[in-house]
């Protein structure tokens, strides 16, 4: 057994009306890749921000590697030999790779110096990258290493990871994982934060589960099921989604030749885009992040208008037509940005439901809101997804990332679609909520909703979707099966590879 090097005891942190830790304790010690698990508001992400110095604990101490550890801000942190990789990427798109890594470093070396160690480690631990290289030209992927090799020119003795692979391609997964296992029989603790299970199982050797704020099971994740290790994080058994043998109906959404040119530098322009979705359909389209998934979600909701012909729906060509009035057609939109995008952060949830649902379900009649109305169509939301919130009218922003994605996705679904279009469904939601918006979409397909499901986790798509195309550098490919394609093929597809394996 490897020698211990972080020691958390009776950690406690409470904030108004709830308490977010209660009395946790755990052990990570040096090499050791240890999963920290449990449901959406268990209480993961207070704890890392006290280990990282975001947060001071009301009670409680930590160790680390046996002397007394509470460091007052992340500076303190890094100096101790903890780094932390967020799910959120922190870089200036306009700088380049070295710019942006000298930025997070203290006393950041003379601009060659730095360069040659960013291309030292990123040749020893496989993490390929150009220092000179625009941030805003690099893939989803290549911007991940550039946090990661940020990190371990700190030396790392514990490396956060939180949701490092929401973002990567198979292969990518596979460079990934590779890395860690190198960093881990160096010595490196890696502390892994994932609601991917068969990546825990696969990766991880210890695995924290909280629920409630509290421990409830410590274990050996490769001994344990990713159904078992999910049943732990919620306290009960859940149903997976299920298909229903639906048959696919007419065409509802048709999208012909869009083209439509990026407003950003460092966007992804559309290029002859074409898709039918058939009522009762789930079209999954896949791709890295940063390949025009974006621009495509703009220009099927009316955000970026096209030519009329552009967009149909129902037989009604409504390219040039405006969001509300998109929706009021039965287009209904969930964004990938849920904080922001989707929803207005400081409004509460009563008014983030009518900023959406206006149309749809007729919340205000000549200029009147009937805050009555909109009030009872938040809370059918919040009590038929689970949402964990207080009351209808907290802000948005006060609630965690999975909750409010549930909030906005309730909201989106319970709109009587004639089609819908979502963007990253799951992202950030635990393995329960997860499986219950899923089942939530095949339901909506079983009543005739034509459904396109943007999401990078490949997983979700094999599971929901009948028909897949992945989207590379602004271009979609031909639709397939989702039964008759491998993971392999529609990683090479996501590559540009038209026909994945086949055209290989």
């Known amino acids: 057994m490897s020698e211990e090097l972080l020691a958390l005891t009776g950690l406690r942190k409470a904030y108004p009306g709830v308490v977010a830790n209660d009395d946790v304790s755990l052990t990570i010690r040096k090499g050791e890749v240890h999963a920290l698990l449990g449901e959406n508001g268990a209480g993961k992400s207070t704890l890392v921000k006290m280990i990282y110095g975001l947060v001071k604990p009301d009670t409680g101490t930590m160790a680390l590697d046996g002397a007394e550890?509470?460091?007052?801000?992340?500076?303190?942190?890094?100096?101790?030999?903890?780094?932390?990789?967020?799910?959120?990427?922190?870089?200036?798109?306009?700088?380049?790779?070295?710019?942006?890594i000298a930025l997070g470093m203290?006393?950041?070396?003379?601009?060659?110096v730095l360069s040659k160690q960013i291309k030292d480690v990123s040749e020893t631990y496989g993490l390929p990258l150009n220092p000179d290289r625009t941030v805003g030209t690099l893939s989803a992927g290549e911007r991940q290493r550039?946090?990661?090799?940020?990190?371990?020119?700190?030396?790392?003795?514990?490396?956060?990871?939180?949701?490092?692979?929401?973002?990567?391609?198979?292969?990518?997964v596979d460079i990934l994982f590779k890395t860690l296992r190198t960093l881990s029989a160096e010595g490196t603790a890696i502390l892994y934060i994932s609601h991917k299970l068969e990546e825990i199982r696969s990766l991880c050797e210890t695995a924290t589960i909280l629920r409630g704020g509290k421990v409830v099971e410590t274990c050996d994740p490769r001994e344990q099921s990713a159904r078992a290790l999910a049943e732990m994080?919620?306290?009960?058994?859940?149903?997976s989604p299920k298909r229903s043998g639906r048959m696919a109906g007419e065409p509802a959404l048709v999208v012909n030749q869009l083209n439509l040119r990026s407003t950003s530098p460092f966007g992804t322009t559309l290029t002859d885009v074409s898709l039918t979705v058939a009522k009762g359909e789930i079209l999954g389209i896949g791709g890295v992040a940063g390949n025009g998934q974006d621009e495509?979600?703009?220009?099927?909701?009316?955000?970026?208008?096209?030519?009329?012909?552009?967009?149909?729906?129902?037989?009604?060509?409504?390219?040039?037509?405006?969001?509300?009035?998109?929706?009021?057609?039965?287009?209904?939109?969930?964004?990938?940005?849920?904080?922001?995008?989707?929803?207005?952060?400081t409004l509460s949830l009563v008014e983030n439901a009518l900023l959406t649902a206006d149309v749809r379900e007729e919340l205000s009649n000549r200029g009147f809101i009937d805050w009555k109305k909109v009030r009872g169509f938040?809370?059918?939301?919040?009590?038929?997804?689970?949402?964990?919130?207080?009351?209808?009218?907290?802000?948005?922003?006060?609630?965690?990332?999975?909750?409010?994605?549930?909030f906005v996705m309730g909201r989106e679904m319970m709109q009587r679609p004639t089609a819908l279009?979502?963007?990253?469904?799951?992202?950030?939601?635990?393995?329960?909520?997860?499986?219950?918006?899923?089942?939530k979409l095949m339901e909506l397909a079983?009543?005739?909703?034509?459904?396109?499901?943007?999401?990078?986790?490949?997983?979700?798509?094999?599971?929901?979707?009948?028909?897949?195309?992945a989207l590379n550098e602004g271009r979609l490919s031909d639709s397939r099966p989702m039964e008759s394609l491998t993971m392999d093929e529609i990683g090479l597809m996501l590559g540009g590879v038209q026909g994945g394996a086949d055209a290989a």
């Open 106 to 112: 203290e006393e950041p070396p003379k601009p060659r």
């Open 296 to 345: 495509l979600l703009a220009a099927l909701s009316g955000e970026r208008l096209a030519t009329p012909s552009a967009v149909t729906l129902a037989g009604m060509e409504i390219g040039a037509l405006a969001p509300r009035e998109r929706r009021a057609y039965g287009l209904c939109v969930g964004p990938e940005e849920r904080l922001g995008h989707a929803a207005a952060p």
């Open 69 to 100: 550890y509470q460091p007052v801000d992340p500076r303190a942190a890094r100096a101790a030999g903890i780094a932390m990789v967020f799910q959120h990427f922190s870089l200036f798109e306009a700088l380049t790779v070295a710019e942006n």
């Open 446 to 469: 079983d009543q005739g909703v034509a459904i396109i499901v943007i999401s990078q986790d490949l997983d979700e798509l094999f599971e929901i979707a009948d028909r897949f195309a």
């Open 233 to 239: 994080m919620v306290g009960q058994t859940f149903a």
């Open 421 to 439: 279009i979502i963007n990253q469904p799951t992202w950030g939601v635990d393995a329960a909520a997860a499986a219950a918006i899923r089942t």
């Open 378 to 406: 938040a809370e059918k939301v919040i009590a038929d997804f689970d949402v964990r919130t207080p009351s209808a009218d907290v802000a948005a922003q006060a609630l965690s990332g999975g909750n409010l994605q549930k």
């Open 146 to 172: 550039v946090e990661i090799i940020r990190c371990l020119l700190q030396n790392p003795r514990l490396l956060v990871m939180d949701e490092p692979t929401s973002v990567l391609t198979p292969q990518e």
